[in-house]
């Protein structure tokens, strides 16, 4: 029995391969056939019975946006029939309304081309009535109220202003705080007639208009008309990129799941693959107009005005306030205030006779962002062509749009030193210094205001500009004094080497004197040897006195190095004597010591060489 | 061997006389040029005496020759650049001094405010402080050395040594002064005209100064066809490389 059930279960397996062996089949269906402009639809292409299948890559109909989204695996199982399924999935998004057919497609397997039916899609007008996509133009569909995601404002608080006058702008942009937006493009201002100061960066915050809250980017900047009349400002346009959430679509039953099964095709996820995605939409931002009327500037304007419109102030300085004829002075005008200060130009000087005037530089400080107030300095350089005692007023005109009229500035008179007569002029005197009196030529004369003669000489030719210390020759001859450094290191160093053998050689002989007269104190040798060693004592001590080598001193040398009376020379002669006699006669004294009273007269005898 | 001696005897008799030759033909050229300023061909002058400089003849009184004949030419910046040079090779030069100074007042030149050394240690040039510090440090060096060698060492022999480091060192603050300052190897001469020092290295940057042909300028740096100057006034701005020339050639 056991036996029997186990051949019908090995039976029963063994048909499954074979079930998994049928014919191949195809079936296309779409999510739903109803649908309106830019709700997307799912196409899914299901092959069943074959392990391998190549789906078509691309579909296309005209108003329909067909992709490829994935493919999926089904296996299924009834009554111990196993079947496999392949799932191709495609998103179909209907640009326009109307009634599509898509063609049928061909599905490669591996028991050769499968074909599917033709299907049909009915896609309708949107909630906003529009016949075809936007996405085209934004980027995506629309059906939210965009005044409720972004909104641009253009504030001129001033509406009545002089030519040239400047004119504080604000732009206002502002993006709901519930979506995630942020600018693309912009702003930028229209604004005929006029010129445009630069906009510096914007400034942040929050605020609720209308219930909604808005995150505002606030641009500052100012405007100056160019010629009188009345004149529109604005709009202000901007781009702006917004991400807004996928509109849910509705979730119908699928096809596949005849029986009411949990059918993986049923999930949400097959409705709408990307509703849980934001879409981003750029949107147009267009702010209001304002009329702004532009007054022209009265006539009979001082002839120092430039063209500056506000409110301004001058300051002036000069350096150096002591200074020779013909020196540069630099007066320095500052002028600061509330204007147009890109037509504000130099202060002009009331009264330049006797001066010399240069084109004055100038550097513009802004107090603020945007330029409309700061300081203006010019730097002019002056030279006086004779003696003055002060710098003349600098005059500085402008438009003043309260008092709606022209104002001059006259500055203070800067008093100052100049020193020295009319600027030197060559005089004869001047070459009559020169230490070759050079050949004057005839022609040109010499003017009062004229330079002097050339120098016809033999031109002494020189190789270079360069300094003496950057001349090769110059650290060639350094080198003299060096080998002369040198060499008296050298002879100073020979020199006290000599010295020292000198002075070793006289610490050897009073080291050796000393050693004698320690052994002749004691007269411990025989009389031959005591004699001898006395006799060295005194050639040493002579040494010494002398600087004359001991070996060649003799009695009358020893003699006459001290300062003896004629008894101890006797002695000393006796004592050279008696030791050549004791040396060379052979004739001995015995072993025994010298007597007491000898070795006493011995001892007087040397104490005495002194 | 022969041949070779004969080779290297030949090009050294060459090169011997071919200095005083080159001398003897700039001299030429120099008469000539003389010649043409005193006949009114100042144009033809110039050259002459260009010819020479360029031909590295050079000597004080072919530039200051030059800076006449630029002068007439009614080129002052060139003219004022050559009696520059003409002081570089030998400052004390009169004529030079009093050309310069007259061509200067009717150009309207500015010149560089001259520093501290360069107002009160001016009594002598930059190659006699040069000698005189060598000099000084060699005498420095040898009583050091004998200071070295002497048992005591007398107080006079001391001071003597300080004495002469200091006229050493002093020199050679005096040399570094000249050079940094006026008249130092950075100076340069505006010749071109309409030269206006700027901010920034851009024509339509902002005017520093405007610097008439003639003009006294240190350069500082130079980054492409711009050079970063020091100018009159204390102020500094880029101008034109093309515009100014350099004193020291």
Redesign the interface.
């Known amino acids: 029995m056991f036996r029997r059930l186990i051949l019908v279960m090995v039976l029963a397996l063994a048909g499954a391969p074979i079930a998994r062996a049928d014919a191949p089949t195809v079936t296309a269906v779409l999510t739903s056939s109803e649908t309106e402009v830019d709700r997307p639809v799912q196409l899914r292409i299901k092959v069943t019975g074959d392990s391998e299948g190549a789906p078509p890559t691309d579909i296309s109909v005209d108003g329909l946006e067909i992709h490829f989204t994935g493919q999926s695996q089904l296996v299924e199982g009834r009554n111990f029939h196993f079947s496999y399924s392949f799932i191709y999935s495609y998103t179909i998004l209907p640009l326009k309304a109307g009634t599509f057919t898509i063609p049928p497609q061909t599905v490669k397997t591996k028991s050769g081309n499968l074909r599917t039916e033709a299907l049909t899609l009915n896609v309708s007008l949107n909630g906003n009535g529009t016949t075809s996509s936007t996405r085209g133009r934004n980027g995506g569909g629309s059906t939210i109220d965009e005044r409720k995601l972004v909104f641009a404002d253009l504030v001129v608080p001033k509406t009545t202003a002089y030519v040239g006058e400047l004119i504080p702008v604000e732009i206002r942009l502002g993006f709901n705080t519930r979506t995630r937006a942020r600018l693309a493009e912009g702003p930028s201002l229209t604004a005929q007639s006029f010129t445009t100061q630069r906009m510096p960066e914007p400034q942040q915050s929050v605020e609720t208009v209308n219930g909604v809250q808005f995150q505002v980017v606030t641009f500052k900047t100012a405007i100056a008309a160019a010629r009188s009349g009345k004149f529109e400002v604005g709009p202000v346009e901007a781009k702006a990129l917004v991400q807004v959430p996928r509109r849910a679509g509705s979730r119908g039953r699928s096809p596949f799941d005849v029986f009411g099964m949990n059918d993986p095709f049923n999930d949400p996820f097959f409705q709408d693959p990307f509703a849980g995605i934001p879409e981003q939409r750029q949107i147009d931002m267009k702010s209001q107009t304002v009329a702004v009327e532009i007054k022209p500037l009265p006539p009979n304007s001082p002839a120092s005005f430039s063209g500056a419109v506000g409110n301004f102030g001058l300051t002036t300085d000069v350096k150096p306030k002591k200074a020779q004829i013909g020196d540069p002075l630099t007066v320095t005008a500052v002028i600061s205030g509330r204007g147009n200060f890109d037509r504000v130009n130099s202060p002009t000087i009331e009264d330049d006779r006797g001066w010399h005037t240069y084109p004055p530089s100038a550097k513009f400080q802004p107090d603020d962002d945007v330029g409309l107030s700061g300081t203006k300095s010019f730097e002019m350089v002056l030279t006086p062509n004779e003696n003055k005692t002060a710098v003349p007023p600098l005059l500085f005109s402008y438009f003043d749009p309260l008092k709606e009229r022209y104002i001059t500035l006259n500055s203070e008179k800067l008093p100052i030193t100049i020193e020295g007569g009319a600027a030197p002029v060559p005089s004869a005197a001047v070459a009559s210094a020169s230490n070759t009196p050079p050949t004057a030529q005839p022609t040109p004369a010499p003017q009062a205001d004229d330079i002097l003669y050339l120098l016809t000489d033999r031109p002494r030719w020189v190789q270079s500009f360069a300094p003496v210390f950057e001349r090769p020759v110059f650290w060639a001859v350094q080198v003299v004094p060096l080998l002369a450094l040198i060499g008296f290191f050298g002879w100073k160093s020979r020199q006290r080497r000599l010295a020292n053998r000198e002075g070793q050689q006289r610490a050897a002989w009073e080291e050796e004197t000393a050693e004698l007269q320690k052994k002749l104190r004691r007269a411990e040798d025989p009389p031959d040897r005591y004699f001898a060693e006395a006799l060295r004592v005194v050639q040493l001590k002579t040494a010494l006195a002398r600087r004359v080598p001991p070996n060649t001193v003799d009695a009358e040398t020893a003699v006459s190095a001290f300062q003896l009376d004629d008894e101890k020379r006797a002695r000393v002669r006796e004592l050279f004597r008696q030791s050549d006699e004791l040396r060379y006669s052979g004739r001995q004294n015995g072993h025994g010591a010298v007597n007491d009273a000898m070795r006493r007269e011995v001892l007087e005898l040397i104490d005495s060489l002194s | 061997m022969r041949a070779r001696f004969l080779l290297v005897f030949c090009a050294a008799a060459l090169c011997l006389t071919t200095t005083p030759r080159a001398?003897a033909q700039?001299?030429t050229t120099?008469?000539k040029a003389?010649a043409d300023?005193?006949?009114?061909h100042f144009a033809d002058a110039v050259k002459g005496y260009e010819s020479l400089v360029q031909a590295?003849?050079?000597?004080?009184?072919?530039f200051?020759?030059l800076g006449?004949a630029y002068?007439?030419t009614g080129d002052f910046g060139r003219a004022i650049l050559n009696y520059e040079?003409a002081l570089?090779?030998n400052p004390?030069?009169?004529?030079a001094?009093?050309?310069l100074?007259?061509?200067r007042?009717?150009s309207?030149a500015?010149e560089l405010a001259p520093n501290w050394p360069e107002e009160h240690l001016d009594f002598l040039t930059?190659?006699q402080y040069?000698?005189v510090a060598?000099v000084a440090f060699?005498l420095a060096?040898?009583v050091f050395?004998?200071m070295f060698?002497m048992r005591r060492r007398p107080v006079v022999w001391i001071f003597v040594l300080l004495l002469l480091c200091a006229i050493a060192g002093g020199s050679v603050f005096a040399?570094s002064a000249f050079?940094t300052g006026t008249k130092g190897r950075d100076v340069a001469i505006v010749t071109a005209p309409k030269i206006?020092a700027r901010l920034a290295t851009a024509e339509s940057a902002?005017?520093?100064?405007?610097l008439?042909p003639g003009s006294e300028i240190k350069i500082l740096s130079t980054r492409g066809a711009w050079s970063y100057a020091a100018l009159?006034?204390d102020?500094r701005g880029w101008i034109p490389a093309q515009g100014a020339e350099r004193?020291?050639?």
């Open positions: 001398e700039a001299e120099f008469a003389n300023y005193s006949a009114g590295h003849h050079w000597s004080a009184n072919v200051y020759d006449n002068f007439r040079r570089a090779l004390t030069q009169p004529e001094q009093a050309n100074r007259l061509v007042d009717q309207r500015l930059t190659n040069a000698i060598a060699w060096v040898f050395a004998a060698f040399i050079e206006q902002g005017t520093v100064l405007v008439p009159p006034n102020l004193v020291r050639l």
